[in-house]
């Protein structure tokens, strides 16, 4: 194998070629050790950032199986130092609120979302800002909001919390159910046109079903996080000692239980609200990886 | 079910519309819809502003910026409160940035394909832990470890910077943002990744192919090219940290005055009205209102910057992936 | 090893030899030998998609990897620059030496090689967030060069190579996506070539261009003879005939793996090929 031979007349290029030959040997010693530092820090950052999610969940589960027994899923709340208490009105508080708030906010995101996925005009961008906004809001002023236009008039009830749940979940649905039926490839809706369907049943019959997966995902996460918040129901169902299945009346929930066991020095207290964490997380997480589960299945069903 | 509505109408007619609006009742309830959605965000809108005049007309805007918060002096000020929610935002951020783009990075380029997805998802499930769970946590499981070991370790190692005064309580502005950091850390991973794997191959091959090693092509390439959308990932993350409300207010120690250590106890915006508003009537319900409003004009400008500067490079950002505010 | 097909070669070839012995190529060059790849295989993840490659690369040659889709080409062209190092099931067996270097030798530095051996690709892809210049000086920052003289330098020479320099010279600074693509592709030879390799490769470099872009550009890369070696995938029968002086056609084989088929000066592969799959192709019969 010989060596290679250019001829003189190429020889500015010979020369450049050693300069640079020299400069990238110099050079890559240095280069690699930076690069085996930073992808090095990169991966440390990876194992940091799954650290907490391990912690949480691992300290939650240990603190709050603990208190899962009979009376803590048949028993209501009870003041600390009266024995037997357990959170069965924050389940049935949280499942009512929680089934209200999803019953209404499902059509009416689904509806917005077909509206906004159907046009492009000026107005529905308006209505697509305002949605991404209210995304944002923090969920305290939502509390606060409902307290003062429902709660002076109304008193305190659970339909009011779900009221204040909804605020938060519909535009997340909204904007999920449009993504999701943006999704849906046009020709179906024109295959629809033009075998003479109005535009109402070809939206029950061919868009929502095919643009389902999106929407049952996002309306998963959406009902996630609306059963998560603490602050919308701290003004607006004020908590209750007792069992009520009456969405009118003030009801307890399970953010409301942690939230108030943990202000009190009682152990006793502080059990049953880790409890009501655990639990609380477990429906949270079933939600977030169901939807996710979900979502991979019927993908794979449609082609 | 074949009906006059399948002749082209106006709205059919309408250029550069993929779909166009439909027609007859199904139009009227579509609208309605929309514009109920839009009633409800002007009538929420209206009631802070509204309920937050009192205190505007009697004390202009000046006090906003004032460091005193006493109600029952009649002295309102908003200071303090503006501060804590700077700070817990600033030590999350400073946490999230480094650690968030690393895990990004990692994610989209280092991981194999395999665990990517396991990985990617634990991650995002961070998000899906309600926040008072966070709260519950950070004052039962951190608070103890803050106090006996992270602020002393802190205040040894960077005492010198004269930030790290005061007693070890454990709870206050550090572990705050700490746990505000732990929160907002999947939003800022998760759109940080989509904004780096979309990045297009051929970059990435062109780079390799000139001689560049991982991290240069990582560094001059892929980072350079999702810059806008790694800005918008982080103004997205800003904007949850400024919002969080619950977990925060069980970990900072609520006081009502200007904190002077990063191990003080403090408050923000939220949690400010958070604690105060059951007992609130009055003049400091309409100051409570007014923080309300003042954080509210804060978030929704931090939100629209973000959903700007990430619209462009991914498409919808929003939408499903929401994480917990409160 | 054999990748010839058993059959007498026809008559007034005798310039040929080797068919029986084992030694593959025809020994009329006299240049020397800057890539020699012996019994080359590509797999991924067990399953092999080229095999059975040996062929010699010449100095100031251009070597064309021709044959239908899916033959291989491409995954032989990188595994002459290490680019499926990054792919975890990417197997590459035989031997591959560039000069005196074992290109997948124990002791080869991968960046230090891809300075050495340089690609352009299918799509033009300049760096959009550098501007012209920083583009084609990006490969001499990447190994480390930081004079600006010799980068100032090595810019000009490679961009009047790659035709480029008249239409761009007073405006160094924009960005590169304000040319056009025709302009993109030749920033992108550029790039490589400010590197100085010895060894450019090109796979399918004028698939994505229109026609007038196409033709400048092959004569563009005749132009470059002298200045580096150059190993180019096209699936244009009439390019590799127009380009270049030696052929390698391979074809995918019933185990769904491509393999060298013939491997000869151009002018012989397309008028007296030896192998009756190569005269089908040539013919265009099918791929």
């Keep these: 194998m010989s060596v290679l031979t250019l001829d003189p007349a190429n020889d500015p290029i010979l020369e450049r070629r050693r300069l640079i030959r020299e400069a990238a040997a110099a050079s890559v010693r240095r280069r690699k050790l930076s690069s085996t530092i930073a992808l090095g820090l990169c991966w440390v950052f990876l194992g940091l950032a799954v650290v907490p999610l391990v912690a949480v969940i691992a300290y939650t589960f240990a603190k709050g199986i603990v208190a899962w027994n009979a009376d803590f899923f048949t028993q209501p709340t009870k003041p600390a130092g009266i024995p037997d208490g357990g959170v069965s009105n924050a389940i049935i508080g949280t499942v009512i609120i929680g089934a209200v708030a999803t019953l209404v906010t499902i059509p009416f995101g689904l509806l917005g979302g077909l509206f906004l996925a159907e046009s492009d005009g000026r107005v529905a961008s308006a209505i697509r800002f305002s949605a991404d906004l209210m995304t944002g809001v923090p969920s305290i002023l939502i509390g606060i909001f409902g307290y003062v236009a429902l709660v002076k008039e109304f008193g305190y009830s659970g339909l009011i919390g779900a009221f204040a749940i909804g605020m938060i979940m519909l535009p997340i649905i909204m904007r999920a159910c449009e993504t999701a039926i943006r999704g849906v490839p046009g020709h179906l809706q024109e295959a629809g046109l033009a075998l003479g369907a109005r535009r109402f049943v070809i939206a029950r019959r061919v868009i929502v079903p095919a643009a389902l997966p999106g929407i049952i995902t996002g309306g998963l996460l959406a009902i996630a996080r609306g059963v998560g918040e603490t602050a919308p129901l701290l003004f607006t169902i004020f908590g209750s000692q007792f069992v009520t299945w009456n969405p009118t009346k003030p009801m307890d929930a399970l953010p409301l239980v942690i939230y108030n066991n943990s202000q009190q020095p009682d152990p006793t207290l502080l059990s049953v609200a880790w409890g009501a964490a655990l639990l609380l997380m477990v429906m949270v997480l079933a939600l977030s990886i169901g939807s996710r589960v979900l979502a991979a299945y019927l993908q794979k069903e449609r082609r | 079910m074949v009906t006059d509505d399948t002749k082209p109408t106006d709205g059919e007619r309408r250029p550069g519309g993929r779909r166009s609006l439909p027609n007859g009742a199904w139009r009227a309830i579509l609208i309605v819809v929309a514009g109920l959605f839009v009633a409800l965000v002007v009538w929420f809108l209206y009631s802070i502003v509204d309920q937050a005049r009192p205190i505007f007309s009697q004390l202009g805007i000046g006090w906003i910026f004032h460091a005193t918060w006493n109600p029952n002096k009649n002295q309102y000020g908003l200071l303090p409160f503006i501060l804590g929610t700077i700070e817990t935002t600033a030590i999350a951020m400073v946490l999230a940035v480094p650690i968030g783009l690393g895990t990004a990075l990692a994610l989209a380029y280092l991981v194999p394909p395999k665990v990517k997805a396991v990985l990617g998802s634990a991650v995002e499930l961070l998000a899906a832990v309600p926040s008072i769970v966070y709260g519950l946590w950070g004052l039962v499981a951190l608070a103890p470890l803050w106090r006996e070991y992270v602020e002393p370790f802190l205040s040894s190692v960077l005492g010198w910077t004269g930030l790290f005064n005061g007693s070890d309580d454990g709870v206050g502005l550090l572990l705050a943002g700490t746990i505000l950091f732990i929160m907002v850390l999947p939003t800022m991973v998760a759109i940080s990744r989509d904004v780096l794997a979309v990045v297009p191959r051929e970059q990435v091959e062109g780079a390799m192919a000139l001689g560049a090693t991982r991290w240069q092509v990582l560094r001059k390439v892929v980072l350079r090219d999702a810059r806008t959308g790694l800005l918008g990932a982080f103004t997205l993350a800003t904007g949850r940290a400024l919002g969080e409300t619950v977990a925060v207010a069980l970990v900072i120690g609520n006081s009502d005055y200007i904190a002077h250590s990063l191990k003080a106890p403090s408050a923000t915006l939220a949690s400010l009205i958070f604690n105060n508003f059951g007992e609130a009537s009055g003049t400091e319900l309409a100051a409570l209102f007014g923080a309300g409003l003042v954080l509210l004009v804060i978030g929704l400008a931090v939100n629209a910057a973000a959903r700007a500067l990430v619209r462009g490079r991914v498409g919808a950002a929003g939408g499903a992936t929401s994480v917990a505010v409160a | ?287």
């Design chain 3, 1 to 287: 090893m054999t990748t010839e097909s058993v059959h007498t070669p026809p008559a007034g070839a005798g310039a040929d030899v080797g068919l029986s012995t084992g030694e593959v190529f025809p020994d009329r060059h006299e240049g020397d030998v800057v890539m020699r790849l012996r019994d080359v295989a590509v797999a991924f993840a067990g399953r092999t998609a080229v095999r059975d490659v040996s062929f010699d690369v010449y100095n100031h040659e251009i070597t064309a990897l021709i044959g239908p889709s899916g033959s291989g080409k491409t995954t032989l062209l990188r595994a002459l620059n290490r680019m499926h190092d990054t792919v975890r099931s990417a197997k590459v067996t035989g031997s591959i030496r560039l000069g005196d270097t074992d290109v997948y030798g124990p002791d080869t530095d991968p960046t230090l090689l891809r300075a050495r051996v340089g690609m352009v690709f299918q799509r033009p892809n300049p760096f959009p967030t550098m501007s012209i210049y920083e583009n084609a000086v990006a490969g001499l920052r990447f190994n480390g060069v930081r004079k600006k003289g010799l980068l100032d330098e090595a810019a000009e020479s490679s961009l009047v190579a790659a035709a480029l320099w008249d239409s761009v010279k007073d405006r160094l600074k924009a960005h590169a996506s304000t040319l056009s693509g025709g302009e993109q592709q030749r920033l992108c030879i550029a790039r490589a070539l400010a590197v100085e390799p010895e060894v450019l490769l090109m796979d399918e470099p004028t698939s994505a261009l229109d026609p007038i872009a196409t033709k400048r550009i092959e004569e563009l890369i005749g132009e470059l003879k002298d200045r580096v070696t150059i190993i180019i995938v096209t699936h244009n029968m009439q390019q590799a005939m127009r380009v270049s002086d030696q052929c390698a056609f391979l074809l995918m084989g019933d185990d769904k793996a491509g393999e060298l088929i013939e491997f000869s000066a151009t002018s012989k592969l397309f008028s007296q090929p030896e192998d009756p799959r190569t005269l089908d192709y040539v013919n265009g019969r099918f791929g």
